[in-house]
């Protein structure tokens, strides 16, 4: 096994070590995956920890989670960091292994709940952001209340020497990293949505 | 940047430093027809203002401020009443690869048959060397420390600001009164001080009669100037050089013009290391600022053009040649005039002003070998001036280097200075803390603590040559504790410590005898009415430091053996000693464990950082308060310079896995490639160090270009320093590496552990990224580099 099994309060020393860090520049925790979701149990009692702390509290989740795990953790995080992958529930099920389904109606559950939510769009050319994907993306983001502000994540091979060392094959490193004017041409047309696009996040 | 800047700024930086002899030639022959006629002082000072008469003076056809050491810019003068280089010594300047010096057949035979004959046994080097006793000599050798007064004058002084407002018909006018004063029947000093306040006036002489040979230069040069804006320069120079130094300025241009001759005089009397720094010079010169613009004498882009102009000349004067342990110690041109920026004023108020910015810009313009700067961070320093300053050190020059000036208030306030006092001073050198204009604040020579500890595991012996160098403190194989170890890690560092200190306090003695310095003790407070040099507590201030280098190498060593050798007992001290006298050939298997699994300071980890601080606080308790001849006390300071490599050199395979020979950790970094866990870790282990207790600490950091891209990057970088210094770090500087560091990160990936670089949104371990990756990046920074 890779990694190793950590009580919440040797988590929790570990984010103080930084805490001159998250005061002086207004910053915090983000816990992230995997899918922090996937232990939520665990999750909730790190961020009431936190929230002791007085930490501001992130959560990056893909949305696959059960709706009323993530319901709970919404009423002790900040922010959420929430991916959209695809629009399409074929398409998402034949590239992650599950629907989209469940991730749109958590998306929505979580927005009515009144939670902060930045959308992250990966975008992997070939797979995700061809112009139906980016329009449907765009008009159920801003159905939604309260969820205005959309970061793309520009897809990188970065893992490729990850996979090699573990003996692993590495499916996608066919797929071209997308370019800066590819990447602007796709905030041009999600901004017609009236939403906030940034590069990166 | 102007033309004519630009024009300068080309010539400074194309210019090849030479040898000059005139000013040995000078000496020497003052010396031969003088020596025994004056007392010391007397002798010193007339010498002086012998140099100041003859020497061949330049000044540009483009220039503004004037003024040069040597006959023309990078004409670099020697001092052999210091050290008289051999024939041998010139040779090697002349042809090896690192900061070499051209120097003409002429001068050789010059040195061969005037200087070599008169200098040999007189110089200072001679008179000490034959003086100092064998085992410090011993220990010297086998590169236990170095000594920086054995081929340069003690020097390291900044000014304050008292030069702006008084001349040197003022100081005389002091120097005068203090004669008077003089009480014969009660202070058996006053025949000395009646010498040493004579020699300091004949200094003030000295560095008028200097700059009225320019004013007669450039009223002789205008007299021929057919081009009418280039004349009228020429006859403001003229004017300028009649009024400073033997007044205080009326402006901008006279207040650069006074410091400068002031500058040139301290560096021609005397080869004090880390030259002279003008110490706060944004707010010195701002009321001149200030004043002109509100008369329209001045506009912002000529104040510009004159303070690049002064950067320039600071740029045309290399430190003279180094030799030997020195030339290894501290290997650079750079003769570390380090201006400040920023801080705090006398009574607490931010320092930063218009001024600040305009010489921010002019290092990033100019970006030259000298001077260096550094930005004075306080606690109501506005982000918008430590931002602008992020944007220069993104440029990757390496400067400005950050300073966090609460911390370098408190610590002159640990050692008992005013506060005032604390708050005028700064940092000057590389890192050092002192009361700028009113301290000497020497430092003394680098204390290698790996190799003390070395001498620790091998009862005292150097295992390089097999001297016994320390006392015999016990064969470690038998010790039964850690504890055991540091107790003899102790009782070394107590040995060669006292040792060091020792002969240390006797060159002091000698400086102050056979080479004090008058014209220096003019500017600097309290010598005049002290009537001392400033070689002899004449100064208000008097600290001495020893430089101790290698905490990281040093931390991490002793953290491998606690834990293999002693809490987990899974390696025997036998078999590491064994290792580490074979440089670990053919036992790979342990020097691998040693280095993966050992705990290292800088990462935030406890078990190594309270070693790193057990450590601190026995080199504090065994140099700290110690007297020096001066009615003060050593301190510590943390500083390494190049040092680090040399010291390297000397010492064998260190526990934590370092192979003999190559470089221990430099300042208070952590050793290279031991601080795997990012930079916010390093900072916090680096925050558990009581710097307050030292005299300056140095961390460098090193960064891709990419890291600090945008807006964003600028606010993490000010984040950080920002952070460190709550934490009471005393500096920080960064290296935003090029890709001739990476090419050498791909060859030898294990000493570039720590090297960060930016991917895409998010930063890696450029080590850890494919070797596509890797030369992505490398494209990428290339084209960055224009």
């Known amino acids: ?201 | 940047m102007t033309p004519r800047v630009a024009v300068l700024r080309q010539q400074s930086f194309e210019a090849q430093p030479s040898i000059s002899v005139e000013r040995a030639v000078l000496v020497t022959q003052f010396y031969q027809e003088n020596y025994g006629k004056y007392s010391t002082p007397l002798l010193r000072a007339l010498n002086f203002k012998n140099l100041c008469r003859k020497k061949t003076i330049y000044i540009d056809p483009n220039e503004l401020i004037v003024g040069e050491r040597g006959p023309y810019p990078k004409a670099v003068s020697t001092f052999p009443e210091l050290t008289c280089h051999s024939v041998e010594d010139l040779n090697i300047l002349n042809s090896r690869e690192m900061t070499r010096y051209l120097v003409s057949a002429e001068a050789i035979e010059t040195y061969k048959k005037e200087i070599i004959p008169y200098w040999q046994g007189r110089s200072m080097r001679d008179r000490v060397f034959s003086q100092v006793p064998p085992e410090w000599t011993a220990a010297y050798a086998a590169g236990m420390f170095t000594e920086f007064m054995e081929q340069r004058a003690p020097g390291h002084t900044a000014l304050d600001g008292n030069i702006y407002k008084k001349g040197m018909l003022d100081f005389k006018e002091q120097i005068a009164r203090s004669l008077t004063g003089l009480d014969y029947l009660n202070d058996p000093e006053a025949p000395d001080k009646a010498e040493e306040l004579k020699a300091m006036e004949i200094s003030c002489d000295a560095a008028i009669i200097f700059a009225e040979r320019h004013a007669d230069l450039a009223l002789k040069m205008a007299a021929s100037e057919a081009e009418p804006q280039r004349k009228a320069e020429l006859e403001r120079i003229a004017a300028t050089c009649r009024r400073v130094p033997a007044h205080a300025p009326r402006d901008f241009w006279e207040a650069l013009q006074m410091y400068w001759f002031v500058h040139l005089g301290t560096i021609t009397e005397l080869n004090g290391w880390d030259a002279m720094s003008p110490g706060h010079l944004d707010q010195h010169l701002y009321p001149f600022y200030q004043k002109d613009l509100a008369d329209g004498a001045l506009d912002r882009e000529s104040a510009k053009e004159l303070i690049a102009c002064f950067w320039i000349k600071v740029n045309n004067q290399p430190a003279p040649p180094k030799i030997g342990v020195t030339a290894q110690e501290s290997g650079t041109y750079n003769d570390f005039t380090n201006i400040n920026l920023g801080g705090l004023t006398r009574d607490g108020a931010d320092g930063v002003n218009e001024v600040s910015y305009i010489m921010l810009e002019v290092i990033d313009e100019l970006h030259l070998l000298q001077p260096q700067a550094n930005v004075q961070i306080s606690h109501k320093t506005p982000d918008r001036f430590l931002k602008k300053a992020c944007r220069v050190i993104r440029k990757g020059y390496g400067y400005p280097s950050v300073f966090n000036t609460d911390e370098v208030i408190m610590e002159q306030m640990r050692t008992g200075k005013t506060i005032e006092d604390a708050r005028q001073g700064g940092c000057s050198g590389c890192i050092e803390t002192g009361s700028f204009g009113k301290e000497a604040f020497v430092l003394t020579g680098y204390l290698n603590v790996p190799k003390i500890l070395e001498l620790a595991l091998n009862d005292g012996i150097d295992p390089l040559t097999g001297k016994q160098i320390g006392p015999q403190t016990g064969d470690p194989s038998k010790f039964r504790s850690f504890g055991e170890l540091y107790t003899a890690f102790d009782r070394q560092l107590q040995y060669i410590a006292d040792l060091k200190i020792r002969v240390n306090n006797y060159i002091e003695r000698m400086y102050a005898a056979y080479s004090p310095a008058p014209f220096l003790s003019v500017v600097i407070r309290d010598c005049i009415a002290n009537g001392r040099d400033y070689y002899n507590a004449g100064p208000r201030y008097n600290t001495n430091y020893i430089q101790c280098c290698g905490i990281g190498t040093v931390t991490d060593s002793l953290s491998a053996i606690k834990k293999h050798v002693f809490d987990e007992n899974e390696i025997s001290m036998k078999q590491l000693l064994a290792g580490l006298h074979n440089n670990f050939e053919g036992q790979q298997a342990l020097r691998l464990r040693l280095v993966n699994k050992t705990p290292f300071y800088g990462n935030d980890d406890d078990y190594a950082d309270s070693i790193m601080q057990r450590v601190y606080e026995t080199l504090f308790k065994a140099i700290d308060g110690k007297p020096n001849t001066k009615g003060s006390s050593y301190h510590l300071n943390m500083l390494s310079t190049t040092c680090h490599i040399y010291f390297g050199k000397k010492l064998g395979a260190s526990a934590n896995g370092r192979l003999a020979t190559m470089p221990i950790s430099d300042g208070t970094s952590p050793s290279h490639g031991a601080d795997r866990k990012g930079p916010t870790a390093v900072i916090k282990s680096l925050g558990k160090m009581d710097q307050i207790k030292s005299g300056g600490t140095l961390l460098n950091q090193r960064f891709l270009p990419g890291v600090l891209e945008g807006d964003e990057g600028i606010e993490n970088l000010a984040h950080l320093i920002r952070a460190y210094f709550k934490l009471n770090g005393h500096h920080i500087q960064f290296n935003i590496v090029d890709s001739q560091t990476l090419r050498n990160a791909q060859a030898a990936p294990d000493e570039y552990r720590d090297l960060l670089v930016r991917v895409a949104g998010y930063s890696d371990y450029f080590v850890d990224l494919d070797r596509n990756h890797q030369e992505e990046i490398i494209a990428r920074t290339e084209h960055e580099s224009f």
């Open chain 1, 1 to 201: 096994m890779i990694g190793k099994t950590m009580s919440v309060d040797a988590v929790v020393a570990e984010i103080t070590k930084d805490t001159v860090f998250y005061d002086e520049s207004c910053g915090g925790v983000t816990i992230s995956g995997g899918e922090p979701l996937m232990q939520p149990s665990f999750l909730i009692a790190l961020l009431e920890a936190c929230g002791e702390l007085d930490l501001h509290r992130t959560v990056d989740t893909s949305g696959y989670a059960d709706t009323q795990a993530l319901l709970k953790t919404a009423t002790c995080t900040e922010l959420f960091l929430y991916d959209l992958k695809h629009m399409d529930p074929e398409k998402h099920y034949r590239f992650t292994g599950v629907s989209n389904e469940k991730i749109l109606t958590n998306l929505k559950h979580l927005s009515r709940q009144g939670a902060e939510i930045v959308i992250r769009f990966p975008v992997i050319p070939g797979f995700n952001s061809d112009a139906e994907n980016i329009d449907q993306t765009g008009a159920f983001v801003s159905s939604l209340p309260g969820i205005s502000r959309v970061n793309l994540l520009p897809y990188h091979c970065a893992a490729v020497a990850k996979y090699k060392n573990l003996g692993l094959n590495f499916k996608t490193a066919d797929i071209q990293q997308p370019s800066r004017e590819y990447l602007e041409s796709i905030a041009r047309r999600l901004k017609n949505y009236h939403l906030e696009v940034k590069i990166g996040g």
